[in-house]
């Protein structure tokens, strides 16, 4: 009842002062203390990733996520200039330059707000005037002059080649008044009207209902950073604006600007570019408020109305689909680590006469008689060709294996020899007539990726960033047949769909995927300009961005305080392809977590004691950290670390507070008062009862100890000074009363070389028989692992410390402990008859050989527990009741066969002798005497087994009496 009564108690307070704690630390000082939280924030991606080696980080950019960085970087300028003196013509080269590697999106981190062709033709008008006043000899007509000038285009050219390309993503600048001088405002005020908007790119934008637009709070109203002709030739266009946080570091950004009190919405162009991927129509981009913003599934196949098939992901044809779910089963049986090549890189040209070449990456461009032979050719079985054998494809043209992995096909006409791979073969091989003429005359056009799946932490990772783990498994599971069966007009979807998580004011938490220049593959731009890059291209995302600190383009985020912003847009992006997203609890789940840890926190500090509730307050916030951290670098969820820690430092020291002034300050004056002779068992029920240590004493059932070592009045002969007694003796009384307290034991004095303690008081104990039992056997444990530790130790100890042995007598009966003594001083003690027996046993057990003797009582009370024998009936010195007394030997759950084969033999001689039968008594006592235990160390080479026999021998000249009961009466202490 008691403790039942502490266990409510505890729980009543900590529940107080933690909910009292929780409430404060989430509604009290939230700026300060959400600063903290982004400290540790900040430490979650420096752990994962700044301390990365170089082998790390370069694995880390090998994840296949598809998004690659073109890097205006120092290099670039180098090799063409300054950046602010580049015109446009660079861009569309790089354009066209990626356009022919088949990427599924090229996207500007750059704007570009006005034409700048007028401004370079009148620089370079005013070069031409100023040669002529120069060199008054060189003269040139207004004609000659105004051609020259006519051949600045570049804007022109950047806007063919973006529309040209068909995947190119522009972004733009939303703004507002605040951020525009006074005299620049007057020229972007055309920017702020819906007719600007409605000359850009007004189907990238997106539209809410007017209840969703009221939830929308980031409103921009100048739209800037792009010039109409580019706008209408991208893609799509959306804003580049990242914003940081009060600290000045990107952490999280608004997903959503509102064209001022219009209603069109702009994405940030990663979401605009990834929804474009995803071929999600606006109207089903859905915004549910303070949650999240769903973009759809990564995948769909299309049947239009004329029943043609195509896909939503760019470049991805219907030959390369069926390719991909020929080998379905394959890669839904990929095991880990393992991969799969699906398809070669494989594009087709057909000239003006309607004639197919190719172009694949081993062979290169296979020209047009080739490429005829090898679609008529019966390529499945030239992949199954032996080593060095050759089969004719058609007249003149020939295939020959050349090693396991490589073949040849000879020809009499251009290069005469192409080399394949089996790969190469069968991507060919899966070309049919309905492929071949969806390849329009004069034109390009890609029929295979380079296709490879493979297995990485348990997820699918395809060479198509769109076909990634569940929309890779769903296209597999469900094969061509239903997408050919679709009805026209409709589409199927593959894999889950991809919700941006958003905080309660509807901004998103970036999620960052490696250290600086690691997850993402950076090419400079001038190297792809100058088509200096080999790779394999088709199907990935491009970003053009600059790393180079002098474009001012490097912002500060969680891991890194010099990050390039193109990176945080290749991070967006991947976020969405990859479906991972950094999420936060709710308010209130984070609150529920607070209470939580702020009652158990105060329940374990009011319940147990301070230097227990420290430990335990520390524990707790080692073990809330590492699950914090582990929750982030595994799922990404976003749990606090800095409130919770503060409630278990705050809850802990408020309820420290709260016992020093109601319990504590009386339990250290009793401490300080009474601890030299009293023990703190007993300092404990004074204080709980609030009474001061009287003379007297209670009466109850308890367990009485003594231990006392084996022949210890030699022990000081053998050393060599007190001093060194005493450091044994203090060794051996250490452990020895660390193994008594730990067992509950109560330690009553130290006599000499002997223990004497008891069970049962001060505090009540319904098993003191048992724990006074362990602790004898734990003694005997630990004494022999002291003996091997003293020899281990060399000559310190002479060798009768080594043979050190312990004797320990146990009884349980009416004892009467309590403070025995005067008013002045007192010392707390037991008394009784049953306290005389437990001593005799100690001293007694000496004639048996026996090292721990217990009473009939004690066994009676222990016997299903432990291994017993009984030793003898004996009637002690200064008593005439006869009491039967037992050895202790171990536990039952732990004792061996040797034991039980003893005992046997012991068991069988003892009823022998009972029954007056000496000799065959005799006969089974000496062959247990050969199995006893202890008979090496004990004097005379003494034992239970020996002791009988030598009754036998007596009784055996010298028979008893007929009343004789077996009871031996002892005559010596």
């Known amino acids: 009842m008691e403790i039942l009564q502490k266990l409510l108690k505890s729980f009543l307070i900590g529940s107080l002062v933690g909910l009292g704690i929780s409430l404060f630390t989430r509604f009290f000082f939230q700026e300060l203390i959400n600063r903290l939280e982004y400290v540790t924030y900040y430490m979650r991606y420096r752990w994962e990733y700044t301390d990365l080696s170089k082998e790390t980080t370069h694995m880390a950019g090998d994840k296949g996520y598809g998004i690659h960085i073109v890097d205006i970087d120092e290099r670039s300028m180098q090799k063409m200039g300054l950046y602010w003196n580049w015109h446009r013509g660079y861009q569309a080269v790089l354009i066209r330059r990626l356009a022919r590697r088949f990427p599924a999106a090229i996207v500007f981190d750059i704007l570009f707000g006005t034409e700048e062709d007028a401004n370079h033709r009148n620089r370079l008008d005013s070069l ?93 109203t100048i739209l800037d950073g792009i010039f109409p002709a580019l706008a209408r030739a991208a ?20 997903l959503f600007y509102r064209f001022g009190e219009n209603t069109p919405i702009y994405l940030p162009i990663s979401v605009r570019t990834i929804a474009s991927l995803f071929a999600t129509p606006n109207d089903e981009i859905e915004f549910v408020p303070g949650r ?91 992949l199954t060709l032996a080593v060095q054998e050759t089969l004719s494809l058609s007249p003149g043209i020939g295939v020959r294996r050349d090693s396991e992995t490589d073949w040849i096909v000879c020809a009499p006409f251009d290069a005469e020899e192409w080399y394949f791979s089996a790969t190469d073969l069968s991507t060919i091989a899966l070309l049919d007539s309905e492929d071949l003429a969806s390849v329009p005359p004069g034109k390009r056009r890609l029929l295979f990726h380079q296709f490879s799946v493979r297995s990485s932490s348990n997820e699918l990772v395809s060479s198509l960033p769109c076909l990634r783990n569940e929309s890779l498994r769903d296209l597999c599971r469900a094969g061509w047949k239903p997408i050919a069966s679709l009805a026209p007009g409709t589409r199927m979807d593959f894999g889950r769909r991809v919700r941006i998580p958003l905080t309660p004011r509807n901004y998103h938490i970036v999620t960052f995927f490696g250290p600086k220049a690691g997850p993402f593959p950076v090419h400079s731009f001038y190297d792809i300009a100058a088509d200096r890059v080999q790779g394999f291209f088709e199907g990935k995302i491009f970003i053009v961005g600059s790393t180079a600190p002098a474009l001012f383009d490097i912002k500060a985020v969680p891991h890194d305080r010099n990050y390039p912003a193109v990176e945080i847009h290749a991070s967006l992006m991947n976020s969405l392809l990859t479906n991972t997203f950094v999420r936060r609890l709710d308010i209130w789940q984070d609150f529920a977590i607070l209470l939580l840890i702020g009652v158990i926190i105060g329940f374990f500090s009011y319940l147990f004691k301070p230097l227990v509730g420290a430990l335990l307050a520390v524990a707790g916030i080692f073990t809330w950290f590492l699950i914090a951290m582990t929750l982030f670098g595994g799922d990404h969820l976003w749990v606090e670390i800095a409130r919770p820690i503060l409630v278990i430092l705050l809850t802990f020291t408020a309820v420290m507070a709260f016992r020093y002034i109601t319990e504590e300050k009386d339990r250290k004056f009793l401490q300080s008062t009474f601890k030299q002779y009293l023990s703190p068992e007993l300092i404990d029920i004074m204080y709980k009862s609030r009474q001061q240590p009287l003379l007297g004493g209670e009466e109850g059932i308890r367990t009485a100890y003594f231990t006392d070592i084996q022949g210890f009045s030699t022990f000081s002969e053998k050393l060599d000074s007190p001093t060194r007694l005493v450091e044994l003796l203090n060794e051996y009384l250490g452990q020895m009363t660390d193994i008594l307290l730990k067992h509950y034991g ?66 349980t009966g009416l004892i009467t402990t309590g403070n025995m ?64 007394v037992y050895e202790l030997l171990a536990r039952r759950s732990e004792a061996d066969g040797a034991f039980t084969a003893l005992l046997d033999l012991y068991r069988e001689g003892l009823n022998y002798f009972y029954a007056r039968e000496w000799d065959a008594a005799i006969k089974k006592l000496e062959a247990a005497h050969e199995r006893e235990p202890w008979k ?22 010298n028979p008893p009496d007929t009343a004789w009961d077996g009871v031996m009466r002892l005559s010596s202490k």
Request: charged fraction near 25%; aromatic fraction near 8%.
């Open 128 to 220: 031409l005037v100023r040669s002529r006043e120069a060199d008054s000899t060189v003269i040139l007509s207004d004609r000659v002059r105004r051609a020259i000038i006519s051949t600045i285009n570049y804007d022109a050219e950047f806007v063919d080649a973006t529309r040209e390309a068909g995947c190119v993503f522009h972004g733009v600048c939303l703004s507002d008044e605040k951020d525009y001088r006074d005299f620049a405002l007057s020229q972007v005020r055309y920017k702020m009207g819906m007719a600007w908007h409605d000359s850009l790119n007004p189907s990238s934008a997106v539209t809410f209902t007017p209840d969703l637009l009221k939830k929308i709070i980031t409103r921009k």
């Open 235 to 254: 893609r799509g266009i959306g804003h580049v604006d990242i914003v940081p946080s009060e600290d000045g570091v990107i952490r999280e950004i608004p």
């Open 292 to 382: 999240y913003v769903d973009i759809g599934t990564p995948f769909k196949a299309f049947k239009d109305r004329g029943g043609a098939v195509s896909f939503s992901y760019p470049n991805v044809t219907s030959a390369q689909v069926r390719a991909i779910l020929r080998h379905r089963d394959r890669i839904l049986a990929l095991k880990p680590d393992s991969q799969i090549e699906v398809t070669s890189f494989l594009a087709a040209e057909r000239d003006a006469e309607g004639r197919i070449s190719f172009e694949m990456n081993i062979p290169g461009i296979i020209p047009c008689e080739l490429a005829e032979s090898l679609i008529e050719a019966d390529l499945d079985k030239a």
């Open 746 to 811: 109560t330690l009553d004095k130290y006599e000499g070389d002997a223990i004497i303690a008891f069970f049962g008081a001060p505090m009540p104990m319904d098993d003191h028989a048992f724990q006074a039992c362990l602790t004898a056997l734990d003694m005997q444990e630990t004494l022999g692992m002291l003996r091997k530790k003293w020899m281990t130790e060399g000559d310190k100890w002479p060798p009768i410390v080594h043979r050190m042995r312990m004797r320990i007598g146990i009884n």
């Open 821 to 884: 003594g005067s008013t002045l001083r007192k010392s707390y003690t037991m008394m009784g008859d049953a306290v005389n027996l437990a001593a005799r046993l100690e001293s007694a057990a000496k004639q048996y050989g026996v090292y721990t003797m217990i009473s009939q009582y004690v066994y009676e009370q222990v016997h299903d527990d432990f291994l017993l024998r009984q030793v003898d009936k004996i009637t002690v010195v200064g008593k005439s009741e006869p009491v039967v």
């Open 936 to 957: 090496e160390f004990a004097p005379g080479g003494m034992s239970p087994s020996r002791k009988i026999m030598e009754y036998c021998e007596m009784y055996r000249s």
